[in-house]
């Protein structure tokens, strides 16, 4: 099961690449406070964009 926890929106597809190479070489626990600050009860926002 795959849940969309996290997202984060760009103008330019190019911004979104820098972004997704800067946060892939990242330390797990800092990409878990990310979403964490983001979505502290990890709620799926997919069930949230489909309403």
Do not use: C, T
């Amino acid at each position: 099961m795959s849940m969309l926890i996290w997202y984060e929106g760009y103008g330019r597809i190019i911004e979104a690449r820098i972004r997704e190479y800067v946060i892939k070489r990242w330390r797990r626990a800092w990409k878990l406070a990310l979403i964490e600050g983001m979505k502290p009860d990890w709620r799926d926002f997919y069930l949230e964009l489909n309403q």
